[in-house]
């Protein structure tokens, strides 16, 4: 962050920005002044958010890959860096969740999930930290989510991954703290998203629910705030967090899960 409490200028990368939560952080970043790099794997997602920015200020940098790759983290802070001469804000969103049984667990989904979810977060959080550390100052936001303590059984990889995050964040949060840098996290509620539509209807055929409607209203009444998460609501909190919040928070867990998470 900039040292005053404007936000025009600062240096943002935000993954899994070619959609869902991503995309609208991004967006409301950019209304905000700040330079956005977009981040993800999906190249015309990437083109369709930037173009969703045009109305702003802000400039925009895509950078496409894949951040399970090798060097994927390294690459991507290098890029803005190289643009930019810096980075204030990383916001790790990119996200990937599977559902399957417990007792049929596959080594492909495991792979994957915690390739994306946890390798690359902390491969991220540390080329991120590294440059911030360098700066004297910086904000890291992680996605958690309300999955990382809850029992989920056709679930499970997508659980394990978000605690790791949580751990992740705590531990980045400690090491960056004396440095100048905060590290939060957000865990959102249910948001209709891409990955929240393919993996409910997935969990409805598992549970042998033919009525997915009737089976989507009953996860949202156990909401105990009564309805699911606006993106724009949840993206808000990591605004918050990203751009308003006192330096004085770090290591810091917000839900923004309706009264899912209550700790
Ligand atoms: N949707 C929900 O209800 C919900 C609830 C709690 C937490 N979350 C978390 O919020 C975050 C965003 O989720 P979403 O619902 O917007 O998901 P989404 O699937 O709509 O978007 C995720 C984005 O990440 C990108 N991505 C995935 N793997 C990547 C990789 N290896 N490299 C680069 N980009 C990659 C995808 O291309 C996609 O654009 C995730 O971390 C998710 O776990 C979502």
């Not at 949580?166 to 990955?195: F, H, K, Q, W, Y």
Request: aromatic share 4%; glycine share 10%; net charge negative.
């Amino acid at each position: 962050m900039p040292k005053d409490s404007g936000t025009h200028g600062a240096r943002a990368l935000v993954t899994g920005a070619g959609g869902g939560l991503g995309r609208q952080i991004a967006i409301d970043l950019a209304m905000r002044g700040v330079d956005v790099a977009v981040a993800d794997l999906n190249e015309k997602g990437v083109d369709e958010t930037i173009a969703l920015c045009a109305s702003s200020k802000a400039r925009l940098l895509p950078v496409i890959g894949d951040l399970t790759a090798d060097d994927g983290p390294e690459n991507a802070v290098r890029k803005v860096v190289g643009a930019w001469g810096g980075l204030d804000i990383l916001v790790n969103n990119a996200g990937y969740g599977g559902i399957e049984r417990f007792l049929e667990m596959t080594a492909g989904l495991w792979d994957r999930t915690l390739a994306v979810n946890v390798k690359a977060l902390a491969l991220m959080t540390a080329a991120a930290g590294r440059v911030m550390a360098e700066q004297k100052s910086g904000r890291i936001v992680n996605i958690t989510s309300p999955a990382s303590r809850m029992a989920l059984p056709n679930y499970t990889a997508y659980a394990a991954s978000k605690a790791a995050v949580d751990s992740i964040t705590r531990s980045a949060a400690i090491t960056l703290a004396p440095l100048g840098v905060t590290v939060n996290s957000v865990a959102p509620g249910m948001m209709d998203t891409e990955m929240q539509r393919s993996t409910e209807a997935v969990l409805a055929r598992l549970e042998g629910r033919n009525d997915v409607d009737a089976f989507l209203d009953e996860r949202t009444r156990r909401v105990p705030i009564g309805r699911r998460a606006e993106i724009t609501e949840v993206s808000a909190t990591v605004i918050w967090l990203a751009l308003d919040a006192p330096a004085y928070i770090t290591a810091e867990r917000l839900n923004a899960s309706g009264g899912l998470d209550r700790d």
